[in-house]
Structure formats: structure tokens, C-alpha cells
């Protein structure tokens, strides 16, 4: 049997969850898999995510090698898909998700709530900097970009107080000891499909789409579709700042918020049924916050490219 290629961006966080996909695939199918390093413009371009197309700029250059067949098949971090469908590529499986919450790294080991007034907090999320003002409304979100370690570097420098990152990405990368603070979702709403990971193929490869359902999680599969359809139904631009969680074996109970940019207003609202009827809580929620005036936080869509504005990598 041939080897397997497997399509990653080089940065450590995206190396390390595309090789714990492809460990999974050799142990539960006996197929080798050999990582192939993509570099894509979100990873050579220093402007801010929002200037340069969302982060659905470190989907294409994988999905391109999947296409022309430099890949077999891509690994992303599930936030980074923009939820309109592409043509000639297929979701074949999201695995078991890891932690979804918001994680603080702080000077000093503090929490938020111990940061002096007016700290500086880096994050390249307009989610986060906005749930952070709501949180505090004194404290001052910098954009920043980045790997994690780059980010992390600038707090311990003291260029920046403290910096938000996602906890499943530090845990990947084996930095939970810098962790000073966790944001549970009644506190930060985590990002449609945070700390899941997306696996996708050709849609012409039935074979392969077959194979790569061996690590498809269904509870995990069922919880980030509910919240990607609520994050396309608003048609949110990647600027906006939205969150969404859902969770639930019998019952999925999806979560969402819209927030103004500047923490001065949000709308939240839920919505829950059958993990089967994921796709229509997310549509049906995102109806509830619309009729509620969620329109007015958010930015002009790109249809083409939404997705949920954070940039963990």
C-alpha cells in the first residue's frame, strides 16, 4: 500500500495536531502516513488577519495541494474552514476535540482580575478582545500575530501584559504551564470549532473518505457542525466578533453570542435538540439572534470566507 501524504501548515502547533491525526490513521488502519509542510499567506503575511482575508487564508494552500494532488489529505484547525462548502473537497472527519476554552497567560502568574488597570492583552481574535472588554472594560486588547511561542515570548518580555490563547493549542505545543487563568464558556465563548481538528480529502477519493472515518468523532462532529451553522447563518465577517459552543450526547444544547466590537453590548441566546438536527439548532439560533438585532455588531460579510476571526496557531 502506498504511503499516505498528509497536508500541514510547518508552524510547531499545526506540525504537532497533524502528526497526532496521522499516528491515529497508521494505528487504526495499518496505512503509513508521511507529513508534507504547506506554507500558506497567513503564514508569510504580517498584516492583521482581518486585512488579508480571515482565517480562511491558512485554508487554501492546503485545500489547493489537495486539489492538485501534492496531498491525499489536509488537517486544519476546525475554526480556521470557512463554512461554505468548497468545490471538489470533503470533510471526511473531525476528531475527538480537545479543550475548546480561552486560556490567559498573564506577567506574574496573575489572573484578569488581578492585571493593573488599563493592561495590555494580546490576542488577533476580535471575539476575545471584545469578550475580554465586557469582562473589564478598562483593559486594552493589542493585536498581535504569531505562533503561540511568539506570543507567549512577548509576555515574558513585558512588551504585553498577559496574551488569551486557545488551551488545546498550549496543550499541544506543552505549554499548559504558562496557563494563569481559564475562561469558562459563561465567561469566554469559545470560537465556532475551537480545539477540534478537521480533517479533509477529495470528494473524488471515496476510498479515502471511507478510510479517514476511522478517527471521526460523532459527538464532536455533531457539536462543531451545530455551531459552524450558526456562524454561517449570520453571515458573520470575519471581523465580527461571535462565539459558539455546543455540547450534549442526547441532547445538544448550542450556546451563541454576538458582541459590539467594543464590549459595550452583547446578545446571547441557545438553542437544543437532537445531535442530528445540528445543522438546523445552528440555523434556528442564529435566527433568534438576527430577529434580535444581532446584524448591527457585525461586519459586511465575505461570503466566500467566514469563518471565526481567531488565529491561534
Given at each position: ?13 499545526a ?29 508569510v ?28 489529505f ?7 474552514l ?23 497567560v498573564?506577567a506574574?502568574?496573575v ?5 493593573p488597570?488599563?493592561?495590555r ?8 478582545a471584545?469578550?475580554?472588554?465586557l ?7 493589542v ?35 504558562a496557563?494563569?487563568q ?45 455551531e459552524?451553522?450558526?456562524l454561517?447563518?449570520l ?14 450526547t ?27 438536527m ?22 459586511v460579510p ?12
Open positions: 500500500m502506498s504511503i499516505l501524504r498528509l497536508g500541514t501548515r510547518r508552524s510547531p502547533m506540525m504537532t495536531q497533524s502528526r497526532l491525526v496521522a499516528e491515529a490513521v497508521t494505528r487504526l488502519t495499518g496505512r503509513e502516513v508521511e507529513l508534507v509542510g504547506i506554507t500558506s499567506q497567513g503564514d503575511s504580517s498584516e492583521q488577519l482581518t486585512q488579508i482575508g480571515g482565517t480562511g487564508v491558512f485554508v487554501s494552500a492546503l485545500r489547493t495541494a489537495l486539489l492538485t494532488g501534492e496531498v491525499d489536509a488537517v486544519h484547525s476546525l475554526k480556521d470557512p463554512t461554505g462548502a468548497a468545490d471538489g473537497i470533503t470533510l471526511a472527519a473531525v476528531p475527538a476535540r480537545d479543550d475548546p476554552r480561552d486560556a490567559l498573564a506574574g502568574g489572573k484578569l482580575a488581578d492585571l488597570h488599563g493592561a492583552i494580546g490576542t488577533g481574535s476580535p471575539r476575545r471584545a469578550q475580554l472588554l469582562l473589564r472594560a478598562d483593559l486594552r486588547p493585536p498581535v500575530r504569531g505562533n503561540a511561542g511568539t506570543r507567549l515570548a512577548r509576555v515574558e518580555s513585558g512588551d504585553l501584559e498577559a496574551v488569551v490563547l486557545g488551551h488545546a493549542g498550549l496543550s499541544r505545543i506543552g505549554r499548559l504551564d496557563v494563569t481559564i475562561f469558562e464558556p459563561d465567561e469566554m465563548l469559545p470560537a465556532a470549532g475551537q480545539g477540534a481538528l478537521a480533517v479533509e480529502c477529495g470528494s473524488s477519493r471515496e476510498d479515502l473518505v471511507a478510510l479517514l472515518a476511522c478517527v471521526d468523532d460523532p459527538a464532536s462532529s455533531a457539536a462543531t457542525t451545530a459552524r451553522s450558526l454561517g447563518a453571515q458573520a465577517g470575519c471581523a465580527a466578533p461571535v462565539g459558539a459552543y455546543a455540547a450534549g442526547d441532547v445538544l444544547r448550542l450556546r451563541g453570542l454576538v458582541v459590539a466590537a467594543d464590549g459595550g453590548m452583547a446578545l446571547r441566546g441557545s438553542a437544543s435538540g437532537s445531535p442530528a445540528a445543522e438546523a439548532i445552528g440555523r434556528r439560533l442564529a435566527d433568534e439572534l438576527l430577529g434580535r438585532g444581532a446584524g448591527r455588531y457585525m461586519a465575505d461570503r466566500g470566507h467566514i469563518s471565526s476571526g481567531d488565529d491561534d496557531k
